[in-house]
Each structure stands twice: as structure tokens, then as C-alpha cells.
């Protein structure tokens, strides 16, 4: 069955209204950052247009053979990352529960001892010297994406006198339309810091943040080899278009 | 006892932290090998449509200290107002220009696109917006990456028309949206907070 009606014009509807109920607020006083770098007015709001509708598309053949694979796409040759193996997968879905195809996933993390690849890093714990810390992958027709990486370790940062950030994967994921473009950050199931890092509760409800907490996925662990977590990410999803019905609506 | 509504609820956004570059502009940060260059650093080739123009500016935190480690992304329209976009129902949009570039500021909080000076889009009720270039900026202490549009000095006429201008005007903040145009180089300054802070959109 077709899900658009022949003669009509093919308009992507516009994004149901964002709920910032569930997001962190910009000024966030927990998070010493936030405060000088939050807006103080209130954001002017108005239904999508043609210009938040649309987003850029990127094509599989822009992904290379080891994009997806954090642990050897920076080793010497022969050699891997050290860490705890695992593969992260999941399914990049719309607030419709539609699959989102063919869109670009970036993640990037520390490596198993909690130190970024990065010039502005100096925490004490040791560079993998096979770790670059980075990989993208571009979704299927089902939205899925996964990657294999290394877990990553949790590391120190100067907010409060004494505060460690859980280990945790940055994600940024486009949409369909700009105004879909999401960055967030992935945890793991259990890690008794999640509930006491100042960057997660930032986000005031605790049923959003365990949104971001991927579970052990024992079914898709590889015996032998890796344990599997799952993460899948929502984006904003389209209102229907019931006059001008195309696939990018409802 | 009514029906369940099963939308699900979008992920909570979380800041892209001080090391963004790693995951988004990973050569910039000395990340090399992986891939051959970062995503949007080019926008414009020969065969670009349009007028070249360079969009510059400084991103600023509200004591004016330059935001050194953001991200910006920047998304717009051809030369002819068309969006080279899946979700563009229009045809015709320029194969040789994406609309899309991303660029790291550097130690003093600056950016820097070539692109080319868009052409105008069909708003609400298909009036005509005035052209106009989509910014979106990331960083550590921003906890949701902030949405706003830069418009043209050169376009005052389009610019009394342009509808999400007008929903700013009342304000009295419509200036901090438009970018002063000399020659070529287009620069609007971006300021987080505080005094002259620029107008962000939810949209």
C-alpha cells in the first residue's frame, strides 16, 4: 500500500513542538559552565518552516570499511585498543516510532582509562596509544546503526571539588530536518556515578534521563569475544500532513 | 478510561562537552588517519551557483570571553532559494552545494564559512523569507545546542518583510539577527548572554 496519495504536492510536515520539560535547561548552576554561557531570554518560538524542515543528506559511501570500529581505526597495525570490548548498536527512531534511514551517527568517547585524544586533556591516566577515540556510522533502511569500541572509564573534571563523570559515549545524530540535530550522551546500565554527576542532572526528570542509560544486551553479545549495549535514540518526530500526505509526515 | 497515545519522547539532549571536536571535526584536534577530512569544513567548489561570500564571527559568553572550543553548523538554501535536502519538495536545488558546513571557532571564539548568499525560501503561507542562513552552536556548558538564523544588512527591504523577523521586532532585538555585510565578507558576532545577547529560536 502506498502511504502517499497520486496529485498531491509532496510537503514534509513541520516538527511537533519540542518538549523542554524532559531537556536540560540552559542555565543549569549544578554544571558550572552553564552559567555564563546560557541565554537569559527566553528562546522566540514559532512552527517550523521550509528552513528547519530540510537537513543535509550524507551518503553511505562516505563511510570508510573501519569508521565503525573504535578499536582498531587508529591501532598500529596488528594491534587494538586495550579496554573491556564492546558493541553498541541501536535503532534511530522518530517520537512517530518510525524508523529514521540513511542519517549520520557520530560518537566519540575516552578511552578505557578515561583520557580524551585531545590537546586540552591532561588527567594523569595513560593515552592508548592505538585509541583515537572516534567513529560515525550512517543508518540502514531500518535506522540501525552499531559500532565496536572499547568501554570507556570514567574520568575527573573540575566542576565540584570532586566530581567524575560516569563513563559515557558522546552521540551527535541528524535528522531529516536541521532542527532534528541532536547531541547527547550515552551511559551504561548500573554505574552507581550516573546518579550523582552533575552533568545528568542537569535534566530535572529522572524518566528522561533514564532514557539516556543504555542496558546490557546479553542477547547480542558475542560469546567470547564482546558484550552488546543497546542505545536507541528519538528524534522530534513530523506532524501529519493529512491534505499533502508524503512519507516525511506522519 | 480513554486510548493510549504511544509517542515516544525525544532524547534528552546533553552537552557536547569540551572534546566535541574528537567526534566532529576529528583531524582539527590532531585526530588523523581516520578520515580524510572533516565533515563540512568545504562548502563551495567551481561549480557552485551564486555570489561567493565569507560569514565570519566571534561566539561570546556572558562576560564577553571568547567561546573558544564551540562548534557551529551552519545549513542554507542555493543561490536560488532551493534546500539540497531529502525533505525539499521542490526540484532543482544546486548538486554542487550541500547548504551544510561546520567549523570549530578557534582561540578567540571565531568562525569562518566560504559559502555563497542564499536566495530566498517560501515562509508560512508560502510568503517569501528573507534570505537567510541557519546557525546552530554546541559546546561545553551549552546543555542544548542553540538554534538562530543570521540575516543580511544588504536586505533591508526583504528583511521589513521577513516573518520570523517580525515575531522578533517587538523586542527590540531584531538587530542582533542581522549580519553587517562589507564586500564579500559577511560578520555577525554571536553573544550568548548578557547585554546584545542574540535572539535564539525554537522552532
Known amino acids: 500500500m502506498s502511504t502517499s496519495l497520486p496529485n498531491t504536492p509532496q510537503i514534509a510536515g513541520s516538527f511537533f513542538a519540542r518538549d523542554h520539560s524532559r531537556h536540560p535547561p540552559s542555565y543549569a548552576p549544578g554544571y558550572k559552565s552553564s552559567v555564563l554561557r546560557a541565554p537569559k531570554q527566553t528562546l522566540v518560538s514559532f512552527d517550523s518552516t521550509l528552513s528547519e524542515r530540510t537537513g543535509p543528506a550524507f551518503g553511505h559511501n562516505m563511510i570508510g570499511e573501519l569508521d565503525n570500529d573504535l578499536i582498531v581505526n587508529y591501532a598500529r597495525p596488528g594491534e587494538a585498543a586495550i579496554g573491556q570490548r564492546i558493541l553498541v548498536h541501536g535503532q534511530i527512531l522518530d517520537e512517530n516510532a518510525r524508523p529514521v534511514p540513511n542519517v549520520l551517527v557520530e560518537y566519540w568517547q575516552a578511552n578505557a582509562g578515561g583520557r580524551y585524544r585531545h590537546k586540552k586533556e591532561s588527567y594523569l591516566a595513560a593515552v592508548d596509544p592505538n585509541f583515537g577515540g572516534f567513529g560515525r556510522s550512517i543508518t540502514d533502511e531500518n535506522g540501525y546503526y552499531w559500532f565496536k569500541t572499547v568501554k570507556p572509564g570514567a574520568y575527573p573534571w573540575p566542576n565540584g571539588v570532586n566530581d567524575w563523570r560516569p563513563a559515557h559515549i558522546h552521540f551527535s545524530v541528524f535528522g531529516t530536518g536541521f532542527v532534528q540535530r541532536l547531541i547527547t550522551q550515552m551511559y551504561f546500565e548500573g554505574d552507581p556515578m550516573i546518579d550523582i554527576c552533575p552533568i545528568v542532572n542537569t535534566i530535572s526528570d529522572k524518566e528522561a534521563i533514564k532514557q539516556l542509560i543504555a542496558p546490557l544486551d546479553m542477547g547480542n553479545t558475542i560469546p567470547m569475544d564482546m558484550r552488546a549495549y543497546k542505545f536507541d535514540i528519538v528524534l522530534r518526530g513530523r506532524r501529519s500532513t493529512y491534505f499533502e500526505n508524503r512519507p516525511e509526515g506522519n | ?203
Not at chain 2, 75 to 103: K, L, V
Not at chain 2, 118 to 133: C, E, K, R
Not at chain 2, 136 to 149: E, Q
Open chain 2, 1 to 203: 478510561m480513554v486510548n493510549t497515545i504511544n509517542y515516544l519522547k525525544e532524547t534528552p539532549s546533553q552537552t557536547a562537552g569540551p572534546y566535541v571536536h574528537i567526534g566532529m571535526v576529528p583531524n582539527f584536534c590532531d585526530i588523523t588517519g581516520v578520515i580524510a577530512e572533516d565533515l563540512g569544513k568545504a562548502m563551495i567548489g567551481d561549480g557552485t551557483k551564486g555570489e561567493r561570500i565569507t560569514i565570519t564571527g566571534r561566539v561570546l559568553d556572558g562576560a564577553g570571553n571568547p567561546v573558544n572550543d564551540c562548534v557551529v553548523e551552519i545549513w542554507q538554501a542555493d543561490a536560488n532559494g532551493i534546500y539540497n535536502s531529502p525533505a525539499e519538495h521542490r526540484s532543482g536545488a544546486d548538486e554542487n552545494f550541500a547548504g551544510w558546513g561546520r567549523c570549530p571557532a578557534d582561540k578567540d571564539g571565531v568562525f569562518r564559512f566560504d559559502t555563497i548568499k542564499p536566495g530566498q525560501v517560501p515562509g508560512p503561507n508560502g510568503a517569501p523569507m528573507a534570505p537567510h542562513v541557519s546557525l546552530w552552536i554546541v559546546a561545553r556548558g551549552i546543555n542544548i545546542g542553540l538554534l538562530t538564523r543570521m540575516y543580511f544588512s544588504d536586505e533591508a527591504e526583504a528583511n521589513a518583510k521577513d516573518p520570523i523577523l517580525a515575531r522578533v521586532r517587538p523586542s527590540g532585538r531584531e538587530h542582533t539577527l542581522i549580519g553587517k555585510r562589507e564586500g564579500d565578507t559577511v560578520t555577525f558576532d554571536i553573544r550568548l548572554q548578557g547585554e546584545e545577547e542574540t535572539v535564539f529560536l525554537d522552532a
